[in-house]
């Protein structure tokens, strides 16, 4: 097995960039890797996994799949591949993309958002299904698409959190912090508090003042790392192209956000640890308001044993079975699953998520809706005949949105938001060019512009 490394050591050496110098002699990373010994370490870790993690996670898994099985695990009847809607209907869909590292300036990194909106709509009534709105007309409504932010920081003389805060506040719509912060407290209360009035003798009346700036909305401020940062900024513009549309004229049926309806919440003070959390609260009371369904969808996703679900739907109901499965949390009738119930943040925080397949070719999905509106729109209180209809009425609806060969099993309109704004090594490349030749008009020093070992070749 290891005739060709042996025989083609030297010239690999030559050109690896894992080997390195030692007491005078180049030591070779594939001598560590390609023996016996490394082999045996792997053989240790998998090992203590299954014994550790698996064997409890089993455990876990079967108190639940009975239940899963029976209750919250099932199938829907497609729309015909002929259908015409009764009422065809908008979809819009958001998508971010960046890099938190476009140029760095000695202790300062340059961070690089980009944001695209889609609306498509399904029109069954011509040969084009799903056909996108016009990029003007888009534009006209919402802005430039894609839509690129920059933001800056330095990592240590402490300004991370006044300038994150300025980003944030430049990038989200409502202005006003104290009507983007009530929404999740009118939500997280069931409407006990609607007004700064009903804060008064509450557990959040000392918490006031923290809750009129956005700077102070950074609760996280000594965990401000760059990926940390970047990620805020790129939740924030999202939600704000997604604001956008919810206060536009386009009249969506659906507002699709990539990932998790996940709000972080700080421990002591329970409420969001980020603006961003306060800002997903304002969108989803934003979509009650305007009877637009707001849901985000996630192909990367935590969900415990999704294989396993996967593997029973297909047992249940065959080889190419579209299904759905709903996952409770300890707030609906027969509470949550034994398999995520130490992990915080499944299921998230005000919102509903089920896993769900499309198509056998690909693994499932996460989706995840706003609570407050499932409960006024899918379950029906008493009767799970009643609210199982309403689930397959929606699935039905997502599925048929998700039938485009190139992304077969995944919305249509993520998909080309996905395509419209995401960063690839060329778009970085350019940009990263552009921003030299920018700094060179300036008559700026270009040395301290280059990327970090640049100079070593490492």
């Not at 030299?436 to 070593?456: C, G, H, I, T």
Request: net charge negative; aromatic share 10%; proline share 5%.
């Amino acid at each position: 097995m290891l005739a060709f490394y042996d025989t083609e050591k030297t010239e690999i050496q030559r050109s690896c960039k894992s080997c390195k110098i030692v007491d005078g002699e180049l030591e070779f990373m594939l001598d560590k890797i390609l023996t016996e010994k490394f082999r045996r370490t792997l053989k240790m870790v998998f090992t203590d996994i299954q014994n550790q993690q698996d064997r409890r996670d089993e455990q876990e898994f079967a108190k639940d799949e009975t239940r899963i099985k029976e209750r919250l695990l099932d199938t829907f009847t497609p729309y015909r591949p002929d259908v015409i809607l009764d009422n065809d209907f908008r979809i819009a869909a958001i998508d971010g993309s960046g890099s938190d590292s476009l140029m760095t300036l000695d202790d300062i990194r340059i961070h690089l958002i980009s944001t695209s909106t889609i609306i498509v709509d399904t029109n069954t009534r011509s040969e084009n299904l799903f056909s996108p709105l016009e990029r003007s007309t888009l534009e006209a409504e919402l802005g430039e698409q894609p839509h690129v932010e920059i933001h800056w920081h330095s990592g240590v003389r402490n300004d991370a959190r006044e300038k994150l805060a300025e980003t944030l506040a430049n990038i989200y719509p409502l202005k006003d912090v104290v009507k983007l912060t009530l929404p999740f407290f009118q939500d997280y209360t069931k409407g006990r508090i609607s007004s700064f009035s009903d804060f008064t003798e509450t557990e959040y009346e000392k918490h006031v003042p923290r809750l009129r700036e956005i700077d102070s909305l950074i609760s996280r401020e000594q965990q401000l790392t760059n990926p940390i940062v970047h990620e805020e900024i790129r939740k924030t513009s999202e939600y704000a192209a997604a604001r956008k549309v919810l206060m536009s004229d386009t009249n969506p049926k659906y507002l699709l956000l990539d990932g998790a309806l996940s709000v972080f919440m700080h421990f002591v003070r329970h409420y969001p640890s980020m603006p961003s959390g306060f800002m997903l609260r304002d969108l989803c009371v934003l979509a009650r308001q305007k009877n637009v369904i707001l849901c985000a969808v996630s192909k990367n996703h935590t969900i415990p044993f999704a294989h396993r679900i996967a593997n029973m739907a297909r047992d249940v109901f065959g080889e190419n079975a579209k299904w759905f499965c709903h996952l409770p949390s300890n707030e609906d009738p027969e509470g949550g699953l034994h398999i995520y119930e130490d992990r915080t943040y499944i299921p998230p925080m005000l919102a509903v998520p089920y896993l769900y397949s499309f198509s056998r070719d690909n693994r499932p999905s996460r989706i995840d809706f706003d609570r407050i509106w499932w409960l006024e729109n899918i379950f029906v209180p008493g009767d799970s005949g009643a609210t199982r209809a309403n689930e397959k009425a929606l699935f039905a609806e997502l599925e048929f949105m998700s039938r485009d060969a190139r992304w077969y099993g995944y919305p249509v309109p993520l998909a080309l938001a996905h395509e419209s704004c995401k960063l690839g090594y060329e778009d970085l490349r350019l940009a990263k060019e552009v921003c030299m030749d920018v700094r060179s008009e300036m008559n700026l020093e270009r040395r301290e512009a280059q990327p970090l070992r640049a100079d070593y070749d490492l």
